[in-house]
């Protein structure tokens, strides 16, 4: 068994590895070819370990890995017994695998040209598609808090930094999903009392404390929630959202600022103006005027350069 695994491996390298170098040194370009190939291939393994290293599946790959080295070694040492159950066992091993990973398989062939299989190659949304649908889902968190009358306040995060707010309170680092925001402020539950924290397209921390304003002429008959929301937005530029938990109306603090009793058409508006078209779009647009300058530099030193 063992001369022949030898021999079987020597004629494949004389037949087809020695052609196959041979062919690249008279073509060079197939050695592009062949760099792509193999980073594709590196790629998609990194990506299948990636993903399967958290799920079930991982501990399947793991067992199949013995079961091919525990084949192999009975062969080497010639227990045909064994050798041959497992032989058999591997023969159908196609199929056996199909059926364990059927949930899997058919999974992936749904995601095939969906938003989740193009993250699994790494693309991922525009950044202002994925702002915009995480306001949308603020939005309809909001309209749900306010509906039952439970009190909550939400910090988005603009150009200046939150991190030091955000970690007077406990760490979450999720998806931003109107289902988290609604369950966090529930009352009585460990997190309700506080803000959360929204940066970076994430839900960074929730039961956060906000420093409250020292602005004599608010009315008295805002809480301690809207004076936070006040507070944050007079020393930060982020946008606060606040849910009253005893009337349901739905606010929004900005640049010192509280607009109240706001519905949710004009919150979906206040938050694209604020969050995307003040911020993003002039962001981009910068990032495009400092590309045009550096090609302008770039072009003038080639040209003093040929000069």
């Known amino acids: 068994m063992k001369e ?5 491996i020597e004629n494949f390298w004389q037949v087809n590895a020695i052609g196959y170098f041979n062919e690249l040194v008279t073509n060079p370009l197939r050695i592009v070819a062949l760099i792509i190939d193999l980073t594709i291939v590196i790629f998609l393994i990194y990506k299948f370990i990636k993903i399967t290293r958290k799920s079930r599946v991982w501990q399947l790959i793991k067992g199949i890995a013995i079961l091919v080295a525990v084949t192999i070694i009975s062969g080497w040492l010639h227990l045909d017994i064994l050798h041959t159950i497992l032989t058999s066992i591997m023969t159908y091993g196609a199929i056996v695998l199909m059926i364990i990973f059927q949930p899997e398989l058919r999974k992936g062939l749904e995601q095939l040209g969906t938003n989740k299989f193009t993250k699994l190659f790494g693309i991922d949304k525009d950044l ?3 702002t915009k649908e995480d306001i949308y889902k603020i939005v309809i968190a909001a309209e749900e ?6 009190g909550a306040l939400i910090v988005i995060e603009r150009d200046i930094k939150l991190q030091d ?4 309170g406990v760490p979450i680092d999720s998806e931003v999903s109107p289902q988290l925001l609604v369950n966090i402020f529930v009352p009585n539950t460990p997190l309700h ?3 959360v924290i929204i940066s970076n397209n994430r839900v960074s921390a929730a039961a956060c404390i906000l420093p409250l304003t020292d602005d004599k002429t608010i009315s008295k008959k805002l809480g301690t929630r809207h004076r936070a929301a006040l507070g944050v937005s007079k020393e930060t530029d982020s946008i606060a959202i606040v849910v009253s938990e005893e009337t349901g109306k739905i606010s929004v ?3 010192g600022t509280l607009i109240v009793d706001v519905d949710e058409e004009t919150l979906k508006r206040l938050l694209i103006k604020n969050v995307i078209k003040n911020r993003l779009e002039e962001k981009n647009k910068k990032n495009k005027n400092d590309k045009k300058e550096k090609n302008k530099v770039e072009k003038k030193e080639e040209t003093e350069a040929k000069n």
């Open 165 to 168: 707010i955000a970690e007077t």
């Open 145 to 150: 808090l306010s509906s039952t009358k439970t």
């Open 4 to 8: 022949n695994l030898f021999s079987s």
């Open 128 to 130: 202002i598609t994925k």
């Open 253 to 255: 603090a900005k640049d």
């Open 193 to 195: 009392d506080g803000a």
